[in-house]
């Protein structure tokens, strides 16, 4: 682990994830509070020096110190990393802006969040852009296939960071990378947030399948056709395409379809099984983005005027009340359409 040094960072929520990304942080020398909403959960950080309710068994390193006070959070913070989930990123955000008001602004705030807010269809940097306008220009999203367990465990894994300011971008890797976790970066902001946000619905779809006992070709096909409907949506909406084939995009849909510590795949898994989403949900302690986002994804498609008939049949499973097998059924008799590379025409 590097020495300590002066370098400060904060993690906005003590979940699993920015658990994992505050202690990559502080394995590069930044002294890293952790914003946790409960005392009880903060406490046990400090006194444990792991977190108990997310990532039992690992140790964390003693540069990370866990607080619910975000003004003591966010206090000399150069990196500033929103880790909540989507639905709480506009409170959050308007909560940060406050407290920041007439100090030192953060060289960057990171949202590593994977999900479009509900009323507004906007992603998670929009929304950051809109609650901290003076810190618009600073403001990226770190996405890829990573599981937070398997970071701690330090097994290999490949991220990527966006930013409009490359010198964000080149921040952000330095603080960051390690030996084992390795940054990539771009300047498409749009297309890695879509693409993190739609691989969460695309997920829930394939646990539906698997759940209901489909194989493996129904996976494969599912997968295909969600990073079609991914690339449609994001080249509409101004995304690179070639970004959709890389870690944000096609990375993180293989991983978050296929591997069962995604908890979006398992609530699919769940609701192919014949549970409700009511009963999944209310035996979650974790949130599963793809829930919510299913219905913002849904909505900013009508809107961008793109077919995404997967996106919609979660949709429908999830808030209106659909069977899944008559969802597979409405998806299977849909009129035949023609494929080139991947895209519909």
Known sequence: MAEASGKK???LGAGSWGTALASLLAAN????????????????????????????????????????????????????????????MRDTAAQVRQLLEGKAEPKALV???????NRTQLTMTEVLAQEIPGAA????????????????????TAVTVAARDRQVCKILQDA???????????LDVVGVQLGGATKNVMAIA???????????????????????????????LG??????????????????????????????????????????LASMTQVAEGVKTSKSLYNLSLKAGVEMPITEHVFRVIHQGMSPRDAVSSLLTRPQKEELYGVEL
């Open 29 to 88: 020398g930044f002294r890293t509070l952790l914003w946790a909403r409960r005392e009880g959960l903060a406490s046990a950080i400090n006194q444990g020096h792991e977190n108990p309710d997310y990532l039992p068994g690992f140790r964390l390193s003693e540069e990370i110190r866990a607080t619910t006070s975000l003004d003591e959070a966010l206090l000399g913070a150069e990196i500033v990393v929103f880790a909540v989930p989507s639905h709480v």
């Open 239 to 280: 995304a690179n395409p070639l970004t959709f084939a890389g870690l944000a995009g096609l990375g993180d849909l293989v991983l978050t379809c296929t591997g069962d510590l995604s908890r979006n795949r398992q609530v699919g898994l769940r609701l192919g099984r014949g549970e409700s989403i009511q009963e999944i």
């Open 111 to 117: 949202s590593a969040a994977k999900g479009i807010e």
């Open 9 to 11: 960072a904060c993690v």
């Open 206 to 236: 394939a646990g539906i399948s698997d759940g209901m006992g489909f194989g493996t070709n129904t996976r494969a096909a599912l997968i295909t056709r969600g990073l079609a409907e991914m690339s449609r949506l994001g080249t509409r």
């Open 137 to 156: 220009g600073r403001v990226s999203v770190l996405s890829g296939p990573s599981f937070a367990k398997e970071v701690m465990e330090r097994l290999p």
């Open 176 to 186: 960051f990378s390690t030996e084992f976790f390795r940054v990539y970066s771009t």
